[in-house]
């Protein structure tokens, strides 16, 4: 990013015990953000990947919360994997969290082989033409111009080794299309949790977990509630939001 028009905009963000992640309008992180490191959290000594990283906030939260081995966080945008770089270094976690520029479509030439314990991706929620409208780097991260759930299916088949998982968030709706098309790639859907904003709502997200090679069976949790219905987060969600949830400088995330 250097010294240039792009830093008149960011800003740091805390994430709690410490750490924080550099932001700017353009390169941020949702709610959607934090529910997808919790649900995906590493097991100790795990190599890692973040496709679509942005800022890279869920690496760093999997490196403060967790104890992979290490993670490979790739972006296609220059801007948001300055940032992710920057927040890496400053957090003290450059050894472990190694930050990408390169397009997940380029898998083959990008990605080890088999060589993924673990991959998150909070993909483009909408089909393109459909969805929400937006322009630049937020179309690009909402609409699926860079990288479709077939584009992801196929880099996480080859860069996951045999019983590795993929984790994802998207829109209720996507549900059966992805549970299809992971499934088209020998990853099958093994954990789901949908996500409720308040009780009596419909479920807006789901939390899936794929498993490279894994046998049918789909284990479905409790439904994840945002907030208790009077405006107050649920216990579950304090826990998942940790120090952030008392950070003053929060932002609504939703």
């Known amino acids: 990013m250097g ?3 792009q830093e008149k905009d960011c800003r740091w963000e805390p994430l709690g015990q410490g750490h924080h992640v550099l932001v700017t309008e353009e390169h941020g992180f949702t709610t959607d953000t934090l529910l997808l490191s919790h649900f995906s959290l590493p097991r100790p000594g795990e190599i890692c990947a973040d496709f679509g990283t942005g800022c890279g906030t869920i690496p760093l939260l999997w490196c403060m919360r967790g104890k992979p081995h290490s993670v490979l966080a790739v972006e296609l ?3 948001a994997v300055q940032l992710a770089l920057k927040s890496a270094e400053e957090n003290g976690f450059s050894e472990v969290l190694q930050v990408m520029q390169g397009d997940i479509r380029d898998y083959r030439s990008l990605l ?3 060589g993924f314990h673990l991959i998150a991706c909070n993909p483009p929620y909408y089909p393109l033409n459909s969805g929400a409208l937006g322009g630049g780097a937020r179309k690009m991260a909402r609409h699926e111009e ?3 759930l077939t584009d992801l299916a196929a880099a996480a088949r080859y860069s996951l080794r045999y019983g590795g998982r993929l984790c994802v968030c998207l829109p209720g709706e996507r549900l059966a299309e992805a549970m299809e098309v992971f499934r088209r790639q020998e990853l ?5 949790r949908l996500v409720q904003s308040a009780p009596g709502k419909q ?3 789901f939390l899936l977990e794929c498993r490279r090679g894994g046998k049918p069976g789909v284990n479905i949790e409790p439904v994840l509630l945002l907030t208790d219905g009077g405006g107050d987060f649920t216990n579950e969600m304090k826990k998942i939001y940790g120090e952030y949830e ?3 400088e929060r932002e609504e995330r939703r």
């Open 3 to 5: 010294e240039n028009a």
């Open 77 to 79: 945008q220059e801007n």
């Open 112 to 114: 080890p082989h088999q």
């Open 146 to 148: 860079s990288l479709t």
């Open 188 to 192: 099958e859907p093994k954990r789901l």
């Open 203 to 205: 479920p807006y997200l």
């Open 246 to 248: 008392q950070n003053p």
